[in-house]
């Protein structure tokens, strides 16, 4: 039995479904678990149905019609009958959606939670809809049934115990049952729900970490992964050019590269897999006869070329004591609570005597709470649109290449890995918190 993953360049149009179709057929004679993203970017589009509908902007309406149209056309070019069932399904979900919008809660995350998984329903039902009517029947399982967490919205956690024992059982009764046995099942990515029926998502691009789940909980023979890559590369060649294919990497290896902001995979991917030591394979999903990246236990095949990650839209946060007191453990402690409460994640930090300085993604609306928050015991000062550059394997002539002429802001190195925050070209711009 194995686990696929189609993200959402691999669905984001009827064609791509249509190639998504002919990849599965390839496998027809197998078990498979096809975890499957939101259609395109719809998640960065129901991201702005959920900004516009919790601070009752004018625009949420437009805002919904840019999804329900998204997903018309696709709809249109996949069933030419409109008498199909699966448009009334779709227009059951987009009023769903709608009341959902309608009524915002107080936590802007719980809200978040509410709006944002409907992208992942309508791809899988739009998909497992279009697979029937082609030959590739399918059982539709909703993710957040077998699929426990806690409440920490937008970034949950797995209940291990609970989603172990619902998926093993669901799965096996799916592909075993003596009435009508199927093996092809269709779930969603990203999502859960909490044990008492809240939606949940596991954190920006979850789907693999999804698959990981499902493969862990299954003993599941491999997970591949459908990108638009030939394989694991050691750059984005949206960024860089002269990008490297990586055959085989280890664990370990691919560990320490999501940390650090990797695109290829959700950080959170890896450890299950290793745990059952279940190889995860890369594969282009424009050409899936190609070999694609192993990623598996051995690091002997490990190519040490210089792995490029960047990360943009970053702000360097920088906080001193008002006292000129010593940044002590204690300190540490109250700012870090800070982080944990608000969800912002740290992708890079220093300290000195008096102050402690943090690279993050640019936490949007939260860094008023943060300020507000922090600003009594703190002077906090900002800088806002860097990028932050990771070098894993890093070499002084790659540091030179890409980052000549840049303002440094902030700089680290380690054995094995560089990481260093800038601007491009331009003076600083820096802002600061007055002082309480």
Sequence with gaps: MKVFKFGGASVNSAGAIKNVTSILRLYRDENLIVVISAMGKITNALEKVVDAAFFSKPALEAEMMTVEDFHGQILEGLFPQKGHPVFE???????????????????????????????????????????????????????????????????????????????????????????????????????????????????REGSDFTASVFAFCTNASEVIVWKDVAGLLNADPVYFSDTIRIPRLSYREA???????????????????????????????????????????????DQIVPFLILKKDQMLISFSTKDFSFITEEKLYRLFG?????????????????????????????????????????????????????????NNDVIEKHLKGCNIFLEQRSRKTFQAAYIKFQEPKIKMQHKT
């Design 255 to 301: 560990i320490e590269l999501s940390f650090f902001g990797a695109k290829i995979l959700h950080p959170k991917t890896i450890k299950p897999l290793q745990n059952k030591s279940i190889p995860l394979r890369i594969k282009s999903f424009a050409d899936p006869l190609s070999e694609g990246s192993l990623i598996q236990e051995s690091d002997v095949s």
């Design 89 to 203: 399904i779709v227009a059951q979900i987009f009023e769903d959606i709608r009341k959902s919008a309608h009524h915002p809660i107080g936590n802007y995350d719980e809200f978040y939670d509410r709006i944002v998984p409907f992208g992942e329903i309508l791809s899988t039902n739009i998909i497992s809809a279009y697979l029937d009517e082609n030959g590739l029947k399918n059982y539709l399982l909703n993710a957040g049934e077998v699929i426990i967490t806690n409440d920490r919205f937008r970034d949950a956690a797995v209940d291990w115990k609970i989603t172990d024992g619902k998926i093993s059982k669901t799965v096996s009764g799916i592909f075993e049952s003596p009435g009508n046995p199927q093996n092809l099942i269709i779930t969603q990515g990203f999502i859960g729900n909490t044990q008492d029926g809240k939606p949940t998502t596991l954190g």
């Design 338 to 394: 800070e982080f944990t409460r608000q969800n912002i994640k740290v992708n890079l930090m220093q300290n000195s005597a008096i102050s402690f300085t943090v690279c993050v993604n640019h936490p949007g609306i939260k860094l008023e709470f943060l300020i507000k928050s922090l600003s009594v015991d703190f002077d906090i000062k900002y800088n806002e649109n860097l990028e932050l550059l990771t070098i894993r394997h890093f």
